[in-house]
């Protein structure tokens, strides 16, 4: 037998068993998709402790990171030990901690406010924003960036985008985890250089 009948048998012998591998897939995709059509639908009651969910880190959205910041809601939606945790800080853990570290950044940036840019996602006790944001260091010197510290009103802005998971347990924010553009927001401030 020729060498080119060979290989032209042995590709032959490949398409089919690549035909095969690719009806399994779509055999698995559609065994996954009757799968997930045979689901439980949500309950009204698990619904409505979704929509709760969602209420609580809008309202944290707006009253801890938005333009208006008001104190009082660390302690009306922070659970007493809350984890608080971006790249551009280190974790914050507790309610005191985490006031502390939020009157501290909003000092040093006055005009700091970040608003979402999706609408909020609940699945289980977890809820997922997208967010972006900044603002003009024009107070005094902060150091609590993990890459370093800023002089007292050095003038520059930073904007920059995430997206944060909150778990939160009857009406308490629990955890705050972000993960945002903390590599845009160091090179606006010259903390880092860029490439």
Known sequence: ??????????????????????????????ALGATAARAKPRDAEDSARLE????????????????????????????PDMLLKYSLHAPRRGQDDILAFISNFRS????????????????????????IGGGTHTGPAFDDFIAGGLRAATGRRMWFSGTTVLKVV????????GLDDGVTALQQLGLIRKA
């Open 170 to 177: 009857n009406g308490r924010i629990q955890e705050e985890l």
């Open 52 to 79: 709760a969910n969602k209420a609580v880190v809008g309202r944290w959205f707006d009253l801890f990171w938005g333009k208006d910041f008001h104190a009082g809601v660390v302690k009306e939606l922070a659970a």
């Open 108 to 131: 040093a940036f006055p005009d700091l406010a970040f608003s979402g840019t999706a609408a909020l996602i609940a699945e289980g006790d977890h809820v997922v924003g997208q967010w």
């Open 1 to 30: 037998m020729k060498k080119s009948t060979i290989e032209s048998g042995n590709s032959r012998n490949s398409r089919r068993r690549a035909i095969g591998q690719l009806g399994a897939g779509a055999a698995a995709l559609a």
